[in-house]
């Protein structure tokens, strides 16, 4: 679920500091977590401290996924199951220098993917999970052996 509430904007951090022109800005932090930034159309949310404001426009309850990527390392078939799937996701396999191995489409109601090794190599893929809207991503490491 999501919840909202009010909080004012400020962070403590080792450095940092805010850049602006008639166009852009840029603003930066040294020694402050890193979190995740989940977007919509033009609407984005990031999770975190450094915000130079906040506007809320609306508030949708929304259930995380839970996602099960197993055996890890993989020798012959990845499994990939989905619990609580509230919506259509893609499932990208990546190789270790960015190469698109494979791209599976996992539509609302179907709750699991076979991903087979049989004619990859040895070595270490990224598996990325991105959900309708780029509302939820998640990236998994994959280790392959023989």
Request: glycine share 6%; proline share 4%.
């Amino acid at each position: 679920m999501l919840f909202c509430q009010s909080a004012s904007p400020e962070v403590i951090a080792a450095s940092g500091d805010y850049f602006a022109n008639a166009n852009n800005s840029v603003s930066w932090t040294l020694g402050e977590a890193m979190t995740e930034t989940y977007s919509a159309s033009a609407h984005f949310m990031t999770q975190g401290f450094q915000q130079p404001a906040y506007n809320i426009l609306s508030v949708a309850n929304y259930t995380e996924p839970s996602v099960f990527v197993y055996p890890n390392p993989v020798i012959n078939n990845l499994w990939i199951d989905f619990e609580k799937v509230p919506g259509n996701f893609s499932v990208e396999l990546f190789d270790s220098n960015g190469k698109l191995l494979r791209k599976e489409e996992l539509l609302d109601g179907k709750n699991n993917l076979t991903f087979s090794f049989n004619e990859y190599e040895e070595g270490i893929y990224l598996l990325n999970i991105i959900g309708k809207n780029n509302i939820y991503k998640c990236s998994y490491k994959i280790v392959r052996l023989k």
